[in-house]
T-cell receptor
Framework: DAKTTQPPSMDCAEGRAANLPCNHSTISGNEYVYWYRQIHSQGPQYIIHGLKNNETNEMASLIITEDRKSSTLILPHATLRDTAVYYCIVRSSLGGATNKLIFGTGTLLAVQP | DAGVIQSPRHEVTEMGQEVTLRCKPISGHNSLFWYRQTMMRGLELLIYFNNNVPIDDSGMPEDRFSAKMPNASFSTLKIQPSEPRDSAVYFC???????????FGDGTRLSIL
Protein backbone atom coordinates (compact mmCIF):
# COMPACT_ATOMS: atom_id res chain seq x y z
CA ASP A 1 0.00 0.00 0.00
CA ALA A 2 1.07 3.56 -0.70
CA LYS A 3 2.38 5.32 2.41
CA THR A 4 1.22 8.76 1.30
CA THR A 5 -2.07 10.65 1.15
CA GLN A 6 -2.80 13.24 -1.52
CA PRO A 7 -5.94 15.13 -2.56
CA PRO A 8 -7.45 13.53 -5.67
CA SER A 9 -7.58 16.74 -7.66
CA MET A 10 -6.65 20.42 -7.67
CA ASP A 11 -7.08 23.37 -9.97
CA CYS A 12 -4.60 26.17 -10.56
CA ALA A 13 -4.69 29.28 -12.71
CA GLU A 14 -2.07 29.56 -15.42
CA GLY A 15 0.89 31.65 -14.28
CA ARG A 16 0.14 31.17 -10.59
CA ALA A 17 1.99 28.92 -8.18
CA ALA A 18 0.64 25.40 -7.75
CA ASN A 19 1.07 23.99 -4.26
CA LEU A 20 0.49 20.25 -4.06
CA PRO A 21 0.31 18.77 -0.55
CA CYS A 22 1.24 15.28 0.58
CA ASN A 23 0.90 13.58 3.95
CA HIS A 24 3.37 10.85 4.91
CA SER A 25 2.90 10.58 8.67
CA THR A 26 4.51 7.12 8.94
CA ILE A 27 7.75 8.04 7.15
CA SER A 28 10.88 6.60 8.72
CA GLY A 29 14.31 8.15 9.07
CA ASN A 30 15.87 6.46 6.04
CA GLU A 31 13.03 7.23 3.65
CA TYR A 32 13.09 9.95 1.02
CA VAL A 33 10.12 11.83 -0.40
CA TYR A 34 9.96 11.61 -4.19
CA TRP A 35 7.68 13.43 -6.61
CA TYR A 36 6.84 12.21 -10.09
CA ARG A 37 4.23 13.38 -12.55
CA GLN A 38 2.47 11.67 -15.42
CA ILE A 39 1.17 13.65 -18.34
CA HIS A 40 -1.59 11.91 -20.29
CA SER A 41 -0.33 9.02 -22.44
CA GLN A 42 3.27 9.41 -21.28
CA GLY A 43 5.46 7.62 -18.78
CA PRO A 44 5.98 9.07 -15.30
CA GLN A 45 8.53 11.85 -15.13
CA TYR A 46 10.83 12.43 -12.17
CA ILE A 47 10.48 15.91 -10.64
CA ILE A 48 12.39 16.17 -7.37
CA HIS A 49 13.20 14.36 -4.15
CA GLY A 50 14.37 15.19 -0.64
CA LEU A 51 15.14 13.74 2.76
CA LYS A 52 14.62 16.54 5.28
CA ASN A 53 15.90 19.76 3.78
CA ASN A 54 13.94 21.82 1.29
CA GLU A 55 15.03 21.25 -2.28
CA THR A 56 14.77 23.26 -5.49
CA ASN A 57 15.56 22.46 -9.09
CA GLU A 58 14.60 23.83 -12.48
CA MET A 59 11.20 22.20 -12.33
CA ALA A 60 9.94 22.73 -8.80
CA SER A 61 10.57 23.25 -5.10
CA LEU A 62 9.98 20.70 -2.37
CA ILE A 63 9.15 21.88 1.13
CA ILE A 64 9.33 19.20 3.85
CA THR A 65 8.00 19.96 7.32
CA GLU A 66 10.40 19.74 10.24
CA ASP A 67 8.75 16.57 11.56
CA ARG A 68 8.86 15.16 7.99
CA LYS A 69 5.24 14.04 8.22
CA SER A 70 4.14 16.13 5.26
CA SER A 71 5.52 17.96 2.27
CA THR A 72 4.46 20.37 -0.47
CA LEU A 73 5.52 20.41 -4.08
CA ILE A 74 5.55 23.91 -5.52
CA LEU A 75 5.41 24.69 -9.23
CA PRO A 76 6.20 28.41 -9.13
CA HIS A 77 4.53 29.48 -12.37
CA ALA A 78 2.16 26.80 -13.62
CA THR A 79 1.56 26.45 -17.35
CA LEU A 80 -1.02 24.45 -19.26
CA ARG A 81 1.67 21.85 -19.93
CA ASP A 82 1.90 21.18 -16.19
CA THR A 83 -1.55 19.57 -16.26
CA ALA A 84 -0.82 16.02 -15.08
CA VAL A 85 -1.22 13.53 -12.26
CA TYR A 86 1.35 14.24 -9.56
CA TYR A 87 2.55 11.37 -7.38
CA CYS A 88 4.15 11.76 -3.98
CA ILE A 89 6.12 8.63 -3.04
CA VAL A 90 8.04 7.61 0.05
CA ARG A 91 11.04 5.47 -0.79
CA SER A 92 13.74 3.80 1.27
CA SER A 93 17.41 4.61 0.72
CA LEU A 94 18.58 1.22 1.97
CA GLY A 95 18.75 -0.53 -1.36
CA GLY A 96 17.69 -3.99 -2.48
CA ALA A 97 14.01 -4.76 -2.66
CA THR A 98 13.19 -1.64 -0.65
CA ASN A 99 13.97 0.48 -3.71
CA LYS A 100 10.44 0.02 -4.96
CA LEU A 101 8.47 3.05 -6.06
CA ILE A 102 4.94 2.44 -4.83
CA PHE A 103 2.60 4.73 -6.72
CA GLY A 104 -0.66 5.77 -5.09
CA THR A 105 -3.52 7.50 -6.90
CA GLY A 106 -1.82 10.90 -6.98
CA THR A 107 -3.30 14.38 -7.47
CA LEU A 108 -4.71 15.40 -10.82
CA LEU A 109 -3.59 19.01 -11.28
CA ALA A 110 -5.61 20.90 -13.85
CA VAL A 111 -4.05 24.20 -14.89
CA GLN A 112 -6.75 26.53 -16.14
CA PRO A 113 -6.14 29.27 -18.77
CA ASP B 1 20.32 11.99 -24.92
CA ALA B 2 18.29 8.90 -25.71
CA GLY B 3 15.89 7.98 -22.97
CA VAL B 4 14.44 4.59 -22.16
CA ILE B 5 13.23 3.03 -25.40
CA GLN B 6 10.31 0.61 -25.45
CA SER B 7 8.89 -1.38 -28.31
CA PRO B 8 6.36 -1.84 -29.64
CA ARG B 9 4.38 1.27 -28.67
CA HIS B 10 1.12 -0.54 -29.30
CA GLU B 11 0.30 -4.24 -29.49
CA VAL B 12 -3.04 -5.83 -30.25
CA THR B 13 -3.29 -9.59 -30.23
CA GLU B 14 -5.71 -12.40 -29.53
CA MET B 15 -5.86 -14.21 -26.25
CA GLY B 16 -3.62 -17.24 -26.04
CA GLN B 17 -0.87 -15.67 -28.12
CA GLU B 18 2.60 -15.01 -26.81
CA VAL B 19 3.46 -11.34 -26.29
CA THR B 20 6.98 -9.98 -25.96
CA LEU B 21 7.65 -6.42 -24.82
CA ARG B 22 11.10 -4.95 -25.21
CA CYS B 23 13.09 -2.31 -23.36
CA LYS B 24 16.41 -0.60 -23.90
CA PRO B 25 17.50 1.24 -20.75
CA ILE B 26 19.56 4.41 -20.69
CA SER B 27 23.21 3.60 -21.30
CA GLY B 28 25.14 3.30 -18.05
CA HIS B 29 22.07 2.65 -15.91
CA ASN B 30 22.47 -0.47 -13.79
CA SER B 31 18.89 -0.87 -12.58
CA LEU B 32 15.85 -1.70 -14.68
CA PHE B 33 12.20 -1.84 -13.65
CA TRP B 34 9.03 -3.13 -15.34
CA TYR B 35 5.69 -1.61 -14.33
CA ARG B 36 2.10 -2.18 -15.39
CA GLN B 37 -0.62 0.49 -15.34
CA THR B 38 -4.36 -0.12 -15.41
CA MET B 39 -7.33 2.03 -14.46
CA MET B 40 -8.28 -0.36 -11.67
CA ARG B 41 -4.89 -0.92 -10.06
CA GLY B 42 -2.85 2.11 -11.08
CA LEU B 43 0.93 1.76 -11.53
CA GLU B 44 2.36 -1.48 -10.16
CA LEU B 45 5.96 -2.67 -10.09
CA LEU B 46 6.28 -6.10 -11.68
CA ILE B 47 10.00 -6.82 -11.45
CA TYR B 48 13.28 -5.06 -10.73
CA PHE B 49 16.76 -5.94 -12.04
CA ASN B 50 20.09 -4.73 -10.73
CA ASN B 51 23.19 -5.43 -12.86
CA ASN B 52 21.06 -7.75 -15.00
CA VAL B 53 20.03 -9.88 -12.00
CA PRO B 54 16.38 -10.00 -10.86
CA ILE B 55 16.20 -8.56 -7.34
CA ASP B 56 12.48 -8.49 -6.68
CA ASP B 57 9.86 -10.24 -8.79
CA SER B 58 7.14 -10.29 -6.17
CA GLY B 59 4.93 -8.13 -8.38
CA MET B 60 4.86 -10.57 -11.28
CA PRO B 61 1.20 -11.62 -11.34
CA GLU B 62 1.59 -15.29 -12.24
CA ASP B 63 3.70 -17.83 -14.06
CA ARG B 64 2.43 -16.65 -17.42
CA PHE B 65 4.68 -13.62 -16.97
CA SER B 66 8.45 -13.82 -17.30
CA ALA B 67 11.18 -11.22 -17.63
CA LYS B 68 14.77 -11.46 -18.72
CA MET B 69 17.73 -9.16 -18.93
CA PRO B 70 20.41 -10.93 -21.00
CA ASN B 71 22.70 -7.88 -21.02
CA ALA B 72 22.91 -4.35 -19.71
CA SER B 73 21.24 -2.83 -22.74
CA PHE B 74 18.19 -5.01 -23.24
CA SER B 75 15.30 -6.53 -21.34
CA THR B 76 12.13 -8.39 -22.31
CA LEU B 77 8.83 -8.99 -20.59
CA LYS B 78 6.98 -11.98 -21.96
CA ILE B 79 3.39 -13.11 -21.44
CA GLN B 80 2.51 -16.63 -22.51
CA PRO B 81 -0.33 -17.34 -22.93
CA SER B 82 -1.88 -13.87 -22.92
CA GLU B 83 -5.35 -13.18 -21.49
CA PRO B 84 -7.71 -10.20 -21.88
CA ARG B 85 -7.05 -9.14 -18.27
CA ASP B 86 -3.40 -8.55 -19.22
CA SER B 87 -4.50 -5.53 -21.25
CA ALA B 88 -2.67 -2.54 -19.80
CA VAL B 89 0.13 -0.06 -20.44
CA TYR B 90 3.49 -1.57 -19.58
CA PHE B 91 6.32 0.77 -18.65
CA CYS B 92 10.02 0.15 -18.42
CA UNK B 93 12.22 2.42 -16.30
CA UNK B 94 15.93 2.57 -15.56
CA UNK B 95 18.14 4.31 -13.03
CA UNK B 96 21.90 4.64 -12.52
CA UNK B 97 21.61 2.64 -9.33
CA UNK B 98 18.67 1.22 -7.46
CA UNK B 99 18.34 4.24 -5.18
CA UNK B 100 18.52 7.05 -7.73
CA UNK B 101 15.55 8.54 -9.63
CA UNK B 102 14.02 6.30 -12.26
CA UNK B 103 13.56 7.40 -15.85
CA PHE B 104 10.55 5.93 -17.64
CA GLY B 105 9.92 5.03 -21.24
CA ASP B 106 6.75 5.97 -23.08
CA GLY B 107 5.22 2.55 -22.49
CA THR B 108 3.67 -0.22 -24.55
CA ARG B 109 -0.11 -0.17 -24.77
CA LEU B 110 -1.17 -3.82 -24.87
CA SER B 111 -4.65 -4.97 -25.84
CA ILE B 112 -5.56 -8.65 -25.64
CA LEU B 113 -8.77 -9.47 -27.48
Amino acid sequence: DAKTTQPPSMDCAEGRAANLPCNHSTISGNEYVYWYRQIHSQGPQYIIHGLKNNETNEMASLIITEDRKSSTLILPHATLRDTAVYYCIVRSSLGGATNKLIFGTGTLLAVQP
Amino acid sequence: DAGVIQSPRHEVTEMGQEVTLRCKPISGHNSLFWYRQTMMRGLELLIYFNNNVPIDDSGMPEDRFSAKMPNASFSTLKIQPSEPRDSAVYFCASSPTGVQPQHFGDGTRLSIL
